[in-house]
């Protein structure tokens, strides 16, 4: 079973910054999409940034000037540094690999989540 595996949620205060990390296996790292997704208690689970493995990158309206994408192709490892965080980024953040329309679709790889919780 591929296993991606997220780290770096917590609490933190509006305003605040967190780092969420992801390692994922060599064979699925170095040849996909690495993808931040979210899901808020209630709604849907949607795409926060993607970063292709030449560094191109995506993010959602909501986030763009506020949270960055970046990998470590040597390390394996996806981040997604979050600036200036809002009680509406408030959402379990998942670390997911593979072609954005297979992601999207709830397929290729994925890992278990971390929360985050941003306090008023």
């Known amino acids: 079973q591929v296993q991606l595996v997220e780290s770096g949620g917590g609490l933190v205060q509006a305003g605040g910054s967190l780092r969420l990390s992801c390692i994922a296996p060599t064979s699925i790292f170095s040849i996909n999409f690495m993808h931040w997704y979210r899901q808020a208690p209630g709604k849907q689970r949607e795409l926060v940034a993607r970063?292709?493995?030449?560094?191109?990158?995506n993010y959602a309206n909501s986030v763009k000037g506020r949270f960055t994408i970046s990998r470590d192709n040597a390390k394996n490892m996806v981040y997604l540094q979050m600036n200036s965080l809002k009680p509406e980024d408030t959402a379990v953040y998942y670390c997911a690999a593979g072609r954005p329309g297979e992601v999207a679709a709830g397929m290729g790889y994925w890992g278990q989540g971390t929360q985050v919780t941003v306090s008023l």
């Open positions: 970063i292709a493995s030449g560094g191109q990158t």
